[in-house]
């Protein structure tokens, strides 16, 4: 069974109207199920994803596109989250059965398509990136879509696809292929935050740390405690029980123990297999033995 | 979602075009998932097994007993397994969002259609058991069809539902309502056997330990190993984490490290979560927030 997550963030998150109309689109695809979409009006921005298989993921997406690109005019566009296109972003997430590159091809051939039909400059990203200089989005962004149409003079900002010219009611879109993300949040029988600071120091990549982990050092006043709050961003390649293991191995250099930790949000069915026979010791457990696994399909198809 | 499981097993093994015409029953059933099946010609046995909402898994599994009656004639059979029927067990077993009394319910049921509609005898065992005598499998199917007709003369196995008499071409049925059994294997770096044993018996319900374990110690020649070899019988009560610590502690006592586990055949993702919250101390871990959760569900619904 394959699986891939798609979280297009659009810029328009105060008439909701229009945002049900591009949601509309996700709801009405078969083989797509809807998982999640929220709006922020201070933003001026809403989030949606959902999970399919991968022609189905293309399909849909590229109806949302279309609509919210028709819908939406960024010359109008005001919000305090930065943005550069109508359809700020769409990421590609592979969650089960596709590999990275196979994600990184979708994201590829959806930017192509995007510059084809819809004559409308983007920017690949992250693991979709192909300017080694323009992986990070802040990079893509700088200055925003009120900087895009000088932006666009500069052969720095020559777009991936798509014309190399300013569509002022769109913007650009920026396309990208990421993994899945793992929010892991550790507490601490402490009140000391230059400790978790420290710690979070110690395994984040940034400072020295594991090359797939973010982290900062959270003070909890009500809960007494502190926090090593991280991002884990390539499970596969940095698991879950290395850190929380050196997180505890940190901790206790100081005297200290851990309280609890939380995951936060959705977590793959890959980090679940691989955290249980990291410690029960079973290498050999093969996500074929979920149980579930059987019932994991498409409605509809 | 509403996932329910059932293995029967019934007394053919040898004829294979019958067990194909008794498991056609579940390949046709809409909202059922055949998972496996497998014949032994020496057991002259089949065990089927299949998942499905509660309602499609009683239709399908009301539609295999009849037919599984109907070509099978046990005044004919022979075979090494113990059988007390041609359908000899049927298990239900709750996987997810169902309660254990509700599978309970679900297997009673099933045994009072049994009796009212196919009048043959019916014995509950295990959880769906009426007779606290007869909770074992052992002890209802003692001397096995053959004294089946003697039997039925002793109060002692007057029949939960159905006729009290014998029926010679098929003997009686036993339906139960069980947990999902975990086999957990853990291998020890040693070659002493007696330690094994010694490990199996102080986890193992028998001789004092969790009360949901069943274990033995196996010597595993060609790996140089010695084995904890376990039945989880119902790891929501026995965690499958609090058994492996215990091997750990009880074999560093000897001085004996575990060199790995296995984890035999279908894992419950229930199972999954709780070995992965109780090592992250992810006390607030949620099922619901397994990504793949949105995907599982029974095509044709």
Chains 1, 2 share one sequence.
């Not at 900002?157 to 009611?169: N, R, S």
Request: with cysteine.
């Amino acid at each position: 069974m394959q699986a891939l997550m798609c979280v297009p963030n659009i810029s328009e998150g105060r008439n909701l109207d229009v945002v049900e109309k591009v949601v509309d689109n996700i709801k009405n695809e078969p083989g797509v199920i809807l998982l999640d979409y929220s709006s922020d009006s201070d933003h001026n921005r809403s989030v949606i994803s959902y999970i399919g298989a991968p022609d189905a993921m293309v399909s849909a997406t590229k109806k949302l596109v279309s609509s919210a690109v028709e819908l939406i005019d960024m010359s109008q566009q005001t919000g305090s989250h930065p943005r550069q296109g109508a359809v700020d972003v769409v990421p590609f997430i592979p969650i089960s059965g596709i590999l990275e590159e196979e994600s990184i091809q979708i994201a590829r051939n959806f930017g192509k398509w995007i510059g084809d039909e819809l004559k409308i400059p983007v920017y690949f990203y992250e693991d979709a990136a192909i300017n080694k200089n323009r992986v990070g989005l802040p990079k893509v962004r700088k200055g925003q879509y009120e900087a895009l149409e000088e932006k666009l003079k500069d052969p720095f900002y020559l777009p991936d696809e798509g014309p190399c010219t300013f569509v002022p009611k769109t913007g650009s879109i920026q396309v990208c292929s990421r993994f899945p993300l793992i929010a892991l949040n550790i507490n601490l029988a402490s009140t000391d935050l230059d400790i978790a600071t420290r710690i979070a120091k110690s395994v984040r990549h940034i400072n020295g740390g594991f090359r797939y982990v973010r982290g900062m050092g959270l003070a909890l006043k009500d809960e007494g405690q502190v926090q090593v709050s991280m991002n884990l961003v390539h499970y596969e390649k940095t698991p879950i029980p290395m850190v929380m293991e050196t997180v505890k191995r940190e901790a206790a250099r100081y005297g200290i123990n851990v309280v609890k930790s939380e995951l936060v949000g959705p977590v793959p069915l890959g980090a679940m297999a691989q955290t249980m026979s990291y410690y029960l010791q079973a290498h050999d457990f093969s996500l074929d033995q979920v149980l579930e696994n059987a019932l994991i399909g498409w409605s509809g198809e």
